[in-house]
């Protein structure tokens, strides 16, 4: 499908990057399950000669990115690490990055132990607050790298804002849309030159894929990263090219029901005497709430919370009670997960840079699923009943 930003979201999501395949007709694109192509004679083929370097399968998925993230040009990788990675890639020694503080941990961890020893330089600021990027900027900064919202602490960065610092400098801006999806915030939209996503969570969304993407409109950028692409390897497979397609489809559908159900359980949680402080943009106290209303369509299904207490065993042995809320690292996927960020997703995170961020012995992370709201919220109290009685 042609780009065309008259149709809706939800239009998009069911037709971007498929066309009816030519040889017959079929409207789901095919999985091209083939390593290499037969060519009529050296360098005469069909545009495909190998499939590191091109897969059909593959290339619908990646024009679907690009249309649904208002882009030109999209990549899909074997995880969101390697799409990281191949952006780090672009990059030489001595160069600067300047990072989000709040960040998921194994970007943090790819940061520290696998570039900074490469010679790349990394300051980690709070992004939201742009005079500190803009105090950590100067000749060799190439790239600000953010998450909005954060994981795992929601919190929201004025992409406009920073786009209006790096553009003038040449600087590339990255944005991590991992929790947003491009049903709710697209990134480019606001001056962002790359957005990436963990395809894992929503874009997939049923937690049987790994996958990572990184969209442009830049042709000079997108021609570095597919050279990476094609030289490194880190390629997404066609079968589980295949699954995500199949996955954009419903996109549109299911972010609204995590919407729902996520504003739902937050004031749930909010109103109840035994949580302290619940993080979620949507609540007008939010410090980012302003910000958040004006760059996303709505507020997605992540949540985090502190329990009142803040007790380490009371927190471990919360999200080990619950039924329907998966005890599971991820997020994004059809069924509804909880985890506890700092013994999980963040534990490769330094326990000091833990506590200075806040992600305290009691904070939990919520990944709201599509099951029923009132399922969900039974399922939290009585989970809630077993660790306060």
Known sequence: MKANKQIGKGTRAVHAGVEPDPSTGAIMTPIFQTSTYVQEAVGVHKGWEYSRSH???????????????????????????????????????????????????????????????MGLVFHFVDTQKPELVEAAMNDRTKLVWLESPTNPLMQITDIAAIAALTNPRGILLAVDNTFASPMLQRPLEHGADIVMHSVTKY????????????????????????????????????????????????????IERHCSNGKKIAHWLKDNPNVGKVYWP?????????????????????????????????????????????????????ES?????????????????REELGISDGFIRLSVGVEDAEDLIADLEQAMRKVTN
């Open 282 to 334: 949507g609540f007008e106290d939010h410090p980012g709430h302003e910000i958040a209303a004006r760059q996303m369509d709505d507020f997605g299904g992540m949540i985090a919370f502190e329990l009142k207490d803040n007790d380490l065993d009371q927190a471990m042995n919360f999200v080990a009670s619950t039924e329907l809320f998966a005890l599971a690292e991820s997020l994004g996927g059809v």
């Open 337 to 353: 997960l909880i985890e506890h960020p700092a013994a999980m997703t963040h534990a490769s995170v330094p326990a000091e840079i």
């Open 203 to 254: 874009m997939g969304g049923h937690s049987d894929v790994v996958m990572g993407a990184l969209i442009t409109k830049d042709e000079t950028v997108d021609a570095a990263l597919r050279t990476i692409q094609n030289n490194c390897g880190a390629i997404a497979q066609p079968f589980d090219s295949f699954l995500v397609l199949r996955g954009l489809k419903t996109l549109h559908l299911r």
């Open 55 to 117: 897969n059909p399968t593959r290339a619908a998925l990646e024009a679907a990115f690009a249309e649904l993230e208002s882009g030109t040009h999209g990549l899909a990788f074997a995880s969101g690490l390697a799409a990281i990675d191949s952006v780090l890639k672009t990059l030489k020694p001595g160069d600067e990055i300047i990072a989000g503080q709040d960040l998921y941990g194994g970007t943090a961890r790819l940061f520290r132990a696998n570039h900074a020893p």
